[in-house]
């Protein structure tokens, strides 16, 4: 069967995304259309680009995430310049060399920009902090930039999407009046984009799924804050389930997937082949449970 589906951020937590891969393939069902955030871009560019379970599963198995942590060369004698880097390019890594692994990984399926794939099949969501609004690429580029949206990369839209504050350097775009926009992680203002189908919602032609890294909405607990650190995770948290958690509560209950990892942070690059098991095989279970029950 033929469904759209839409994925959350969440970072490394994604390798639960590869087992819920597997037993949808096993049960039959395959992508027409995908969007996602941050991790959630990743998988979905993938799928469009038209890898299927076994290749997802051997791409992410076999990859080292540690080489992701691309700093400045003076770090390796001089830690603090990290800090500094922090401070003023505003993320600890550069993430060039994540992008040039998307790039690479979709350039074996021969695609490059939005042109290479059926119209309407990716949707990629990011944050433009310049004009403080959620974008959707390649949908909004034309409007926003100014930009030739079928011309665009996909790999510089993943890239855009998965850039984690603080962590990678935001990415920066200029639009046609020459002026420099600062795009980070789209999963700050909706991690389950489920809105993004929203216009085909009364004439949907297939079941729409989400899948999100984490548990049920009313499960999750923001904790007691005491001090400063806390109260910025608090905030973001906030942002990232309030706008989306309201949408999915009044038209999308009973299609969201939901795979609670707690065990592994968002941002744990040096997880061992047997962390990654363990998400793969949570991904299948939780899958298999949650299509028991699901209507489609």
Same mark, same amino acid.
């Given at each position: 069967?033929?469904?759209?589906?839409?994925?959350?951020?969440?970072?490394?937590?994604?390798?639960?995304?590869?087992?819920?891969?597997?037993?949808?393939?096993?049960?039959?069902?395959? /992508?027409?259309?995908?969007?996602?955030? #941050?991790?959630?871009?990743?998988?979905? #560019?993938l799928l469009a680009a038209g890898y299927k379970n076994e290749e997802l599963k051997e791409i992410f198995m076999d990859l080292d995430v540690k080489q992701f942590m691309d700093g400045a060369?003076?770090?390796?004698?001089?830690?603090?310049?990290?800090?500094?880097?922090?401070?003023?390019?505003?993320?600890?890594?550069?993430?060039?060399?994540?992008?040039?692994?998307?790039?690479?990984?979709?350039?074996?399926?021969?695609?490059?920009?939005?042109?290479?794939?059926?119209?309407?099949?990716?949707?990629?969501?990011?944050?433009?902090?310049?004009?403080?609004?959620?974008?959707?690429?390649?949908?909004?580029?034309?409007?926003?930039?100014?930009?030739?949206? #079928?011309? /665009?990369?996909?790999?510089?839209?993943?890239?855009? +999407?998965? +850039?984690?504050?603080?962590?990678?350097?935001?990415?920066?775009?200029?639009?046609?009046?020459?002026?420099?926009?600062?795009?980070?992680?789209? +999963?700050?203002?909706?991690?389950?984009?489920?809105?993004? /189908?929203?216009?085909?919602?009364?004439?949907?032609?297939?079941?729409?799924?989400?899948?999100?890294?984490?548990?049920?909405?009313?499960?999750?607990?923001?904790?007691?804050?005491?001090?400063?650190?806390?109260?910025?995770?608090?905030? /973001?948290?906030?942002?990232?389930?309030?706008?989306?958690?309201?949408?999915?509560?009044?038209?999308?209950?009973?299609?969201?997937?939901?795979?609670?990892? #707690?065990?592994?942070?968002?941002?744990?690059?040096?997880?061992?082949?047997? +962390?990654?098991?363990?998400?793969?095989?949570?991904?299948?279970?939780?899958?298999?449970?949650?299509?028991?029950?699901?209507?489609?």
């Amino acid at each position: 069967m033929k469904i759209d589906g839409v994925f959350s951020g969440g970072g490394v937590k994604a390798f639960a995304f590869i087992g819920a891969m597997e037993q949808l393939e096993e049960k039959g069902y395959s /992508f027409e259309r995908v969007a996602g955030s #941050s991790a959630g871009a990743i998988l979905a #560019s993938l799928l469009a680009a038209g890898y299927k379970n076994e290749e997802l599963k051997e791409i992410f198995m076999d990859l080292d995430v540690k080489q992701f942590m691309d700093g400045a060369r003076l770090e390796r004698y001089l830690p603090f310049i990290k800090w500094i880097s922090l401070y003023f390019a505003l993320g600890l890594y550069k993430g060039d060399v994540f992008e040039h692994w998307i790039h690479d990984t979709l350039a074996k399926k021969n695609i490059y920009t939005f042109a290479d794939l059926p119209p309407g099949t990716l949707k990629v969501i990011v944050a433009d902090l310049t004009v403080g609004k959620m974008v959707v690429i390649p949908d909004d580029v034309k409007r926003i930039y100014g930009v030739d949206p #079928s011309n /665009f990369p996909v790999a510089k839209a993943v890239r855009m +999407s998965a +850039s984690l504050p603080y962590f990678f350097r935001p990415k920066k775009i200029w639009d046609q009046k020459h002026k420099k926009h600062i795009i980070v992680d789209g +999963s700050l203002l909706s991690n389950l984009p489920m809105w993004v /189908f929203d216009g085909d919602r009364k004439f949907q032609k297939r079941p729409l799924l989400g899948i999100k890294l984490s548990a049920n909405y009313d499960k999750i607990m923001i904790g007691k804050i005491t001090d400063a650190l806390k109260l910025t995770k608090s905030l /973001f948290t906030t942002m990232q389930i309030a706008h989306d958690q309201r949408y999915i509560v009044m038209h999308q209950q009973n299609n969201v997937l939901f795979l609670p990892v #707690s065990e592994v942070g968002v941002a744990d690059f040096h997880l061992s082949q047997a +962390s990654k098991q363990n998400l793969v095989d949570l991904g299948k279970t939780k899958t298999a449970a949650f299509l028991k029950n699901w209507p489609h």
